[in-house]
């Protein structure tokens, strides 16, 4: 059974960081590509890093130079450094492959706020 469990979320004020979790299992972690997707309220679900097997990287505009994503496959893990952050960055956040999507976890909510 796949999981994915988002951690790491929190409040911060604006220019803070965090560092987000994703602990997946259920599945063979290391032959797939993962991404950060996140949802604010009322907003449709956008997409923010991806990471290939290779290690490759991808970002959003929104957030490129910012956001550094990264993965441990020993650990089953990928992460999503967050410096800078601003109120825009208010949302729910998750974790998961992109293309074939399993079914999401319950995220880890990122609130930027002064």
């Known amino acids: 059974q796949v999981q994915l469990v988002e951690s790491g979320g929190g409040l911060v004020q604006p220019g803070g960081s965090l560092r987000l979790s994703c602990a997946a299992s259920?599945?063979?972690?290391?032959?797939?590509?993962m991404y950060w997707v996140r949802q604010a309220p009322g907003k449709q679900r956008e997409r923010v890093a991806t990471?290939?097997?290779?290690?490759?990287?991808n970002y959003a505009d929104s957030v490129k130079g910012r956001f550094t994503i990264s993965r441990d496959n020993a650990k089953n893990t990928v992460y999503l450094q967050m410096n800078s952050l601003q109120p825009e960055d208010t949302a729910v956040y998750y974790c998961?492959?992109?293309?074939?999507?399993?079914?999401w976890g319950q995220g880890t909510q990122v609130t930027v706020s002064s």
């Open positions: 259920g599945f063979p972690f290391s032959s797939y590509w």
């Open positions: 998961n492959r992109p293309f074939i999507p399993f079914d």
């Open positions: 990471i290939t097997t290779g290690g490759s990287t």
